[in-house]
């Protein structure tokens, strides 16, 4: 499985961003499909996550309904919206994918970091 991660870029503080994580190699199934990300400094911390069969969605706090994760089934791709971005949320956004969930530090299937740089 090959995970294809797009959309980071620089923006202003409020701005808006899609990123999107393609999926090819074999169907992901019942996998847990989203994103985490790690700040200059940081670790890396969960962003957003949903279950492709069932697509029960999970949203880290700091999310505060900024962003939305959908999916298209018919590209195998995962979108992650993210509205009124902040200069806390420049970071570099990984896709991920993984059978159990996204929480954990063992993870299945990883793509490249997009960068996303929120200026103030």
């Known amino acids: 499985v090959q995970l294809q991660a797009s959309g980071g870029g620089l923006v202003q503080a409020g701005d808006s961003l899609r990123l999107s994580c393609a999926a090819s190699?074999?169907?992901?199934?019942?996998?847990?499909m989203g994103w985490l990300r790690q700040s200059p400094g940081k670790e890396r911390e969960f962003v957003a996550s949903?279950?492709?069969?069932?697509?029960?969605?999970v949203y880290a706090d700091f999310v505060k309904e900024r962003f939305t994760i959908s999916r298209d089934y018919r590209k195998n791709t995962v979108y992650l919206q993210m509205n009124s971005l902040e200069p806390e949320d420049t970071a570099i956004y990984y896709c991920?994918?993984?059978?159990?969930?996204?929480?954990?530090?063992?993870?299945?299937?990883w793509g490249q970091g997009t960068l996303v740089t929120v200026s103030s």
């Open positions: 991920a994918a993984d059978r159990a969930g996204l929480g954990s530090s063992s993870i299945d299937y």
């Open positions: 190699g074999r169907s992901l199934g019942n996998y847990v």
């Open positions: 949903m279950r492709l069969a069932g697509r029960k969605i």
